[in-house]
């Protein structure tokens, strides 16, 4: 039991929330017009990964886990204990569908699933998601969905032939999941607070997770390992993390894409080689073509206060997210605090893919989460180079930041990059 507990711990409260129905449906998946068993594989066993297959299990009672696959057996043999611990009844994966290696994800798509969980590295997440939707399957994608322009164009890509093929595609953007704050967007859309002028998000924290360095391993072993400390893995810590403060920009403004971005950001605190090259903190600017302003600050450094909120003010009244305080609330001449219902965002987010898929009517979020992703990418862009960047320029980059997918292999030495420099580092 005490296995049990922790494995709770570490994923999330989340794992445990009570499952509420979806905002979109008005009937809970099992009782949908498919009745049908909805098998599930998952491409990537580390700690989200193993949250997200134990969510969704959770949310659909008729839903099975029947294939697994990572790079690490370890890994894989971890996320499956857990996941027996806390869903055994609906976990079917014997060891012939157990895959390990670089090419697992292959066989994850060759098998007979219905649905996939990408929860890879996102470095890994555009190739997997063009090749899910090409084998026909619905797909969980979590956040980000890129590491770089090339990468969310192929995500666009994909995301176009998903619509064609009816395939639903839902994102690990939680917070567009989380009814408080469905509410909230809601009246802003409505006109509650006027026109949106500006947008402040902040996202501080402490410092994360690290795995020192064993004998047996690789560099490559070893930088997949520790993965987040390294642009072309993770994207930078703005891109793996702080696009979820940014996809509430994009929230707030419909959808509307910034004209020019301008950035900085540096590493003070993490300054030693075990974390790779990302930074740990950034402040960026985003300017959009009626004037409105988008402003994003952030760090990651222990021993540092935390906050994560945002702040959208408006003609006639200001929008106030406090996620530490619980606070969702409008100041002005309508003014409103959310006092409904509570839901579990992780659990809703798969009750209303299960829903989409059995009820014939396919949620797909590809070219949300690719534009969201890529607000985080060109905030990087700008800070690491220290020069201000338009949409049009960023979009179109073909710097891509590691390896082709044909070229992973344990022996590979990926040359990473030195710490950014602004005014030194190019970009584009």
Same mark, same amino acid.
């Given at each position: 039991?005490?296995?049990?507990?922790? !494995?709770?711990?570490? *994923?999330?409260?989340?794992?445990?929330?009570?499952?509420?129905?979806?905002?979109?449906?008005?009937?809970?998946?099992?009782?949908?017009?498919?009745? /049908?068993?909805?098998?599930?594989?998952?491409?990537?066993?580390?700690?989200?990964?193993?949250?997200?297959?134990?969510?969704?299990?959770?949310?659909? +009672?008729?839903?099975?886990?029947?294939?697994?696959?990572?790079?690490?057996?370890?890994?894989?043999?971890?996320?499956?204990?857990?996941?027996?611990?806390?869903?055994?009844?609906?976990?079917?994966?014997?060891?012939?569908?157990?895959?390990?290696?670089?090419?697992?994800?292959?066989?994850?798509?060759?098998?007979?699933?219905?649905?996939?969980?990408?929860?890879?590295?996102?470095? !890994?997440? +555009? @190739?997997?998601?063009?090749?899910?939707?090409?084998?026909?399957? @619905?797909?969980?994608?979590?956040? +980000?969905?890129?590491?770089?322009?090339?990468?969310?164009?192929?995500?666009?890509?994909?995301? /176009?032939?998903?619509?064609?093929?009816?395939?639903?595609?839902?994102?690990?953007?939680?917070?567009?999941?989380?009814?408080?704050?469905?509410?909230? !967007?809601?009246?802003?859309?409505?006109?509650? =607070?006027?026109?949106?002028?500006?947008?402040?998000?902040?996202?501080?924290?402490?410092?994360?997770?690290?795995?020192?360095?064993?004998?047996?391993?690789?560099?490559?072993?070893?930088?997949?390992?520790?993965?987040?400390?390294?642009?072309?893995?993770? %994207?930078?810590?703005?891109?793996?993390?702080?696009?979820?403060?940014?996809?509430?920009?994009?929230?707030?403004?419909?959808?509307?894409?910034?004209?020019?971005? *301008?950035?900085?950001?540096?590493?003070?605190?993490?300054?030693?080689?075990?974390?790779?090259?990302?930074?740990?903190?950034?402040?960026?600017?985003?300017?959009?073509?009626?004037?409105?302003?988008?402003?994003?600050?952030?760090?990651?450094?222990? %021993?540092?206060?935390?906050?994560?909120?945002?702040?959208?003010?408006?003609?006639?009244?200001?929008?106030? =997210?406090? =996620?530490?305080?619980?606070?969702?609330?409008?100041?002005?001449?309508?003014?409103?605090?959310?006092?409904?219902? /509570?839901?579990?965002?992780?659990?809703?987010? @798969?009750?209303?893919?299960?829903?989409?898929?059995?009820?014939?009517?396919?949620?797909?979020? %590809?070219? &949300?989460?690719?534009?969201?992703?890529?607000?985080?990418?060109?905030?990087?862009?700008?800070?690491?180079?220290?020069?201000?960047?338009?949409?049009?320029?960023?979009?179109?980059?073909? &710097? #891509?930041?590691?390896?082709?997918?044909?070229?992973?292999?344990?022996?590979?030495?990926?040359?990473?990059?030195?710490?950014?420099?602004?005014?030194? #580092?190019?970009?584009?």
């Amino acid at each position: 039991m005490n296995e049990r507990r922790n !494995f709770l711990k570490s *994923t999330g409260t989340a794992i445990i929330g009570t499952a509420v129905l979806p905002l979109t449906f008005s009937v809970q998946p099992a009782q949908a017009s498919i009745n /049908k068993v909805l098998k599930v594989g998952l491409i990537g066993c580390g700690g989200r990964g193993t949250g997200a297959a134990a969510q969704a299990l959770k949310a659909d +009672p008729d839903a099975i886990l029947s294939c697994m696959a990572d790079i690490f057996p370890d890994y894989l043999e971890e996320s499956y204990n857990n996941l027996m611990m806390v869903s055994p009844n609906q976990v079917k994966v014997d060891k012939t569908n157990q895959f390990i290696g670089f090419d697992a994800y292959k066989k994850v798509l060759d098998s007979d699933v219905d649905v996939v969980i990408l929860t890879t590295p996102p470095a !890994f997440r +555009p @190739h997997h998601f063009a090749e899910a939707v090409a084998a026909g399957k @619905h797909v969980f994608c979590e956040k +980000p969905v890129a590491v770089d322009a090339a990468g969310v164009r192929a995500v666009l890509e994909a995301a /176009k032939k998903a619509k064609e093929k009816g395939l639903s595609v839902v994102s690990g953007f939680t917070y567009r999941y989380d009814f408080p704050k469905r509410a909230l !967007f809601e009246k802003i859309s409505q006109g509650d =607070i006027g026109e949106v002028r500006s947008i402040l998000t902040v996202r501080n924290g402490g410092g994360l997770w690290y795995k020192n360095r064993r004998p047996d391993w690789t560099e490559m072993e070893y930088q997949l390992r520790n993965w987040y400390y390294y642009d072309w893995l993770s %994207g930078d810590y703005i891109v793996e993390m702080m696009v979820h403060s940014l996809d509430l920009m994009s929230w707030a403004l419909g959808g509307q894409l910034p004209v020019k971005v *301008t950035g900085t950001g540096g590493r003070q605190a993490r300054t030693e080689p075990k974390w790779g090259n990302i930074y740990d903190h950034f402040a960026i600017e985003y300017e959009y073509a009626n004037g409105i302003k988008g402003m994003h600050f952030s760090r990651q450094q222990q %021993g540092s206060s935390n906050t994560n909120r945002a702040e959208i003010v408006g003609r006639e009244g200001d929008a106030l =997210i406090d =996620i530490g305080r619980q606070t969702h609330a409008i100041r002005g001449s309508n003014s409103w605090d959310y006092e409904g219902e /509570k839901n579990n965002p992780y659990e809703t987010q @798969h009750e209303e893919l299960f829903a989409g898929i059995r009820t014939g009517k396919p949620i797909n979020e %590809g070219e &949300l989460m690719a534009n969201s992703t890529m607000l985080a990418i060109i905030g990087r862009m700008s800070a690491y180079s220290g020069q201000t960047i338009s949409w049009e320029d960023a979009i179109k980059s073909n &710097l #891509t930041l590691g390896p082709k997918m044909e070229e992973y292999d344990w022996d590979l030495v990926w040359q990473v990059p030195s710490v950014a420099v602004p005014g030194v #580092t190019k970009v584009l």
